[in-house]
């Protein structure tokens, strides 16, 4: 006993040392990492707070000598053009990546649950062609799904958006929640089973529950993909009332080419929503990414 | 269970299958659903590409009037100049955005592993990059790369570095690694998160066990954490890479391509060829080409991914 | 309460057959165990009794029904599982409604019942707790609850102490044991452990392989086992095993030794050895049947002492005899040196022998 104190006491301080030039480049590396994160966030927020002929400045002004929200008001007031079209584009945003999360939920749970807990001929097969979707660009698919849509009478709908914006989501989200189902134990829908319930009220009363945190984690991915898209919405929709955010601001400001505040403050409100949802629910995130991907 | 089954699906030959098959229509009823959606939008696009790869289909896409020409325009691609100044930009894009946003990713997990005062809030910092959208962050970069107003140029006359703003996006030398630097800043936070995830299944007990055996901090991350984490690594470096040889929005956006194709890859190269320049027919040939080179990573993505399932089996 | 028929029930996966043509019948309120190690198709059948797994043929009969293709909520039974599982989202109060509710019960009797069974199991305090509160033996307890509370035709259990550290686990035991002959319950137990089938089953099932080795009483299956793996598999420290050699001398039948010892059979016994077809014959012993000594006496057979285990009130001593090890137990008083060459005299009256080559125990009638 008093042998091994000792060599813990002399141990201590070497190792202390040593852990702590870890710690310290640790640090340093972190401090570095998050200015460049945050300085570009930062400048963003900056500009959009000044006037366009206060950010056409040579040397700029780092700090606005006369901040204003003028650009804020100009996009969020109902009253004219500009931000009549913006909100418009908000509100179109809003339902494609509501309409497209729903519906990716909707067919996600069940086809996890069916990999994860059924042996059906084909499930590794099935399961690695739908990981596979993952590996192709939207560029790929881009002039067949122009065609494909025209053919059924599509382009220029939201339709077309959500019905792509589904295939993105969901591998992801099959794998993640099939990770889920992998954890629960098989033993609790037996018990409910013999409880008196049904499989389908097995499934509906005890698992669903407890995969929420994996149901709000692939929600969120499949959310912030479709809100942030911009391949499809820019190909398949060129009516003007029918824009999603990301494609709209680009429209809007290739006309407009020198209104940086303007399209800084757009930016900041593009990314607002899925920044907050993500922050919000962000545990759930790196959780369903722990328990379902990568444990062993 | 399910080894047993795989192995009386292997040696059972066509009836047995079959039946089995019927004995579990119930179980597709519950995939059906995802199967669909990819059919429509994966399979039929794929058939399609491939099938106009071998026409020329006037600019208006009327399908009517195309025309068979064979492997024209494969060989137009592999003859043309653009296609391996598109093809080298587009390595150098993937392999320098991948490596360096795993490495500081992986960096900063490592760094966040530890519990310390005001974690969660840097977390949060660092992942944002991640979430807002690629065309915002194109645009802010714009105008921190701006060639008279950015404010890395500003930065760079004040402290003397520089007598006058560079361009960053106007120069053929510069534009494709100050793309990537953008891209890079989007892209780590993935890495970190899939790191951060991969770093808690790190058993206590082997690193314990490693401590005892008088291994140092380095030699416990690299003789324990970091074998633990392949798998981890293997499936995040693929993504990664995927999403890379993949990306259109940041070069589309910040040059469109230019200057003179410096910063043109294959999406957005393909992109141009067929929506800005309507040559459905070499834009689907491309498309074919990099479709098959994407089956090769998929055979690697399978590996890793199926690897992990191996151990779930076995576990 | 109601009895349970098992008729040439089988269950195979592809070419495997996990179950094999088990037939066996557990009468109104009796206690069952199902036995063996694992993978011999113990949890198998109890799944297929539960309906969790359609069974391939045969016939299941709870009470007077055939049950083959009801699902598990129309058997009336109710199951206890190894992990519990108890739903870790509900409280313990809803984890005992959530059969009642299944069964739309009025709320008020929900009510009644779930606090009648948290009295019967001492855990009313705990009604408001979710199942990760609750210690192992606490969560044991409502498991045992959920099932109770719905007052089923049969109990399943299946290794339900096995998650309990030792001290825990003797105690849940005779809770059980009491639980059962309070609700004169018909239970069907399946456990690995042999020690728990001994002490708490009124018969108890051994099964291999998926084949069903011997269904009898606890002290039948330890006093006659049927074949070498029942006999090894029941008692604990194993029963010892020696393969010899049969032959006749002078009329005598006896049982040979690899170091040239001979063994002069009971009347008894010789008779049978003589009923074998093989010469090979497999002596069995438990410890407490086998006498050491220091010198050779009439009847024994040399040894040589391999290990000595003391362990208080008894000494167990490992020896070697005809290449086998023999599991000896002798008081404390007695010393014996590791490679010390030692004596043993087996009780014919209780020793057992096996055909060598079926494994089968030898009948003498």
Redesign the interface.
């Known amino acids: 006993m008093s042998t091994t104190a000792e060599t813990a006491a002399r141990g201590q301080p070497r190792r202390r040392m ?2 702590d030039g ?2 310290w480049g ?2 340093i ?2 401090v570095f ?2 200015l ?3 300085l ?2 930062i ?2 927020l900056l ?1 959009s707070i000044k006037s366009g002929f206060a ?6 002004q780092w700090w606005p000598d006369q901040p204003t929200l003028a650009s804020y008001q100009k996009l969020l007031d109902p009253q004219n053009s500009v931000g009549q079209d913006f909100l418009r584009f908000f509100w179109n945003s809003l339902f494609v990546s509501t309409a497209t999360t729903m519906l990716s939920v ?3 749970v ?2 996890a ?3 994860s807990r ?5 499930r ?1 097969f ?1 399961f ?21 849509m025209r053919a059924i009478g599509l382009v220029n709908t939201h339709g077309s958006l959500i ?2 914006y ?2 993105f989501g ?1 591998p992801l989200a ?2 993640l929640l099939k990770g889920f189902y ?1 954890n629960i ?1 098989v ?2 829908e ?9 499989r389908f ?1 097995a499934f509906i009363l ?1 698992v669903m ?2 995969s929420a945190p994996g149901i709000i984690a692939t929600a969120i991915y499949s959310f ?1 993909g479709a ?2 898209e ?2 499809y919405a820019y ?1 398949f929709l060129s009516k003007n009332e029918q824009l999603t ?2 494609v709209g ?2 429209r809007f ?1 290739s006309e407009n080419t020198t209104d ?1 505040p303007g ?2 403050a757009a ?2 409100i ?2 607002v929503p ?2 907050v949802l ?2 919000v629910l ?1 545990r759930y ?2 959780r369903a ?2 328990e379902g ?4 | ?2 080894i047993l ?1 795989g192995k009386t ?1 292997t040696r059972g030959g066509l009836r047995p ?1 079959l039946r ?2 019927w004995e ?1 229509r119930a ?5 059906l ?3 669909a ?2 059919l ?3 399979a ?6 491939v099938e ?1 790869s071998f026409f020329n289909t006037p600019p208006g ?1 009327q ?1 009517r009037d195309k025309i068979f020409v064979g492997v024209d325009n494969y060989t137009a691609i592999l003859s043309s100049e653009i296609f391996w100044k598109v093809t080298s930009n587009t390595l150098i894009w993937t392999l320098a955005s991948t490596f360096i946003a795993f490495v ?1 990713g992986f ?2 997990a ?3 592993h ?1 519990d310390f005062v005001g974690r969660g809030v ?8 991640w ?6 962050a194109s ?3 714009k ?2 790369y ?1 060639s ?2 950015g ?1 890395i140029g ?1 930065v760079l ?2 402290f003397g570095l520089a007598d006058r ?1 560079p361009n960053f996006i106007d120069s053929v030398s510069t534009v494709l690694p100050s793309l990537i630097v953008v891209n890079i ?1 989007r892209e ?2 993935f890495a970190m ?2 790191m ?3 770093l ?2 790190v058993p206590d007990q082997l690193l314990r066990a490693a401590k005892v055996d008088g291994a ?3 030699q416990r991350f690299w003789h324990v954490t970091f074998p ?1 984490l392949r ?2 690594s293997t ?1 995040t470096i693929l ?1 990664l890479a ?1 999403a890379n ?2 990306s ?2 940041i070069p589309w ?1 910040m040059t469109g391509g230019g200057p003179s194709n410096a910063s043109h890859i294959w ?1 957005t190269h ?2 141009e060829l ?2 800005g320049r309507q040559r ?1 027919g070499v ?2 040939a491309y ?1 074919v080409l ?2 098959l080179i ?2 090769m ?2 055979y690697f ?2 590996r890793a ?2 690897g ?2 191996r ?2 089996g076995s ?1 | 309460m109601a009895h349970v028929v098992l008729k040439d029930l089988v269950k195979t996966y592809g070419s495997f057959k996990a179950v094999n043509e088990v037939s066996l019948t557990v009468n109104d309120g009796e206690f069952v165990a199902l036995v063996g190690p694992s993978g011999c198709g113990k949890t198998t059948t109890l ?1 297929l009794v ?3 797994i359609p069974i391939t043929s045969g016939d299941i009969v709870i009470g007077d029904r055939v049950v083959n293709d009801l ?3 129309d ?1 009336d ?3 206890v ?3 519990y ?1 108890l ?3 509900k409280s313990v109060y809803k984890n005992l409604a ?2 009642l509710q ?2 739309k019960l009025p709320k008020d009797e929900i009510e009644r019942k779930v606090k009648e069974a948290a009295r019967v199991l001492d855990m009313t305090e705990l009604l408001e707790r979710k199942p990760r509160e609750l210690s192992g033996g606490q969560q044991q307890r409502v498991a045992l609850g ?1 099932a109770l509370v ?1 007052d089923p035709a049969v109990f ?1 259990m299946d290794e339900p102490l096995s998650n309990l550290d030792a001290k825990l686990r003797v105690q849940m035991r005779s809770e059980i044991k009491r639980f059962h002959q309070d609700l004169k319950a018909t239970i069907i137990y399946v456990t690995h452990d042999q020690l728990e089938a001994v002490t708490m089953a009124d018969r108890m099932a051994v099964m291999n392989g998926g084949y069903l080795q011997q269904y009898d009483s606890p002290a039948q299956v330890f006093a006659h086992p049927v074949n070498m793996f029942v006999a090894s598999f029941i008692g604990s420290p194993a029963m010892s095993l020696v393969p010899l050699e049969a032959s006749t001398t002078n009329g005598n039948i006896v049982l040979t030794g690899a170091e040239r010892w001979s063994l002069e059979l009971s009347p008894r016994n010789a008779r049978k050895v003589a009923r074998a077809a093989t010469r090979k014959v497999v002596l069995g012993a438990r410890h407490s049947t086998i006498k050491l000594h220091k010198s050779a006496v009439p009847g024994s057979v040399p040894a040589k002492a391999y290990t000595v285990e003391p362990t208080g009130d008894i000494t167990f001593v490992q020896a070697f005899v005809s290449g086998a090890i023999v599991n000896v137990s002798v008081p404390p008083a007695i010393a014996v040196a590791p490679d010390e060459q030692i004596w043993l005299e087996f009780d014919q009256e209780r020793m057992h022998l096996f055909d060598g080559e079926t494994e089968m125990a030898l009948e003498a009638d």
């Open positions: 040593r852990v870890w710690r640790g640090r590396f972190l990492m998050v460049y994160t945050a570009p966030m400048w963003m500009t950010a056409m400045q040579f040397p700029p909707i067919v996600a069940p086809a649950y069916a990999f059924f042996t059906f001929p084909g590794n099935l690695f062609a739908v990981l596979l979707r993952n590996m192709f660009p939207a560029v790929i698919f881009l002039v067949p799904l122009f065609i494909l019905l792509t589904l295939t969901l099959i794998w992998d134990p033993q609790l037996q018990a409910a089973r013999i409880d008196g319930a049904t009220q005890i529950p407890l912030i809100w942030n911009y391949i190909t955010l990301p601001i680009q400001f940086f399209l800084m930016s900041f593009m990314s899925v920044v993500f922050l962000q995130f790196v990414l722990t991907a990568v444990k062993h | 269970m399910t089954t699906g299958l089995k098959i579990h179980d597709y009823a519950y995939v659903p995802a199967i959606v990819m429509i939008v994966i039929y696009p794929i058939y399609y590409t106009l896409l399908l500081l960096a900063c490592l760094a966040l530890r840097l977390r949060a910092i660092l992942i944002i990059p979430v807002i959208s690629a065309v915002a645009y802010i970069w105008w921190i701006h008279d107003f404010i500003a006359v004040q703003p800043w780590f936070p998160i899939m951060m995830a991969g808690q299944t140092n901090a380095w633990h798998n981890v499936v993504l995927v040889f993949n259109f929005i956006i999406i393909i992109y067929a929506f459905w834009a689907s498309s990099l479709f994407l089956m990573f998929g993505y399978v991914l199926s992990n399932e151990k779930d576990a | 799944n539960a309906g969790l699902d598990p909520k058997r039974i109710a199951m599982f190894q992990n599982a739903y870790p989202q959530f059969p299944m069964r959920r719905r399943l």
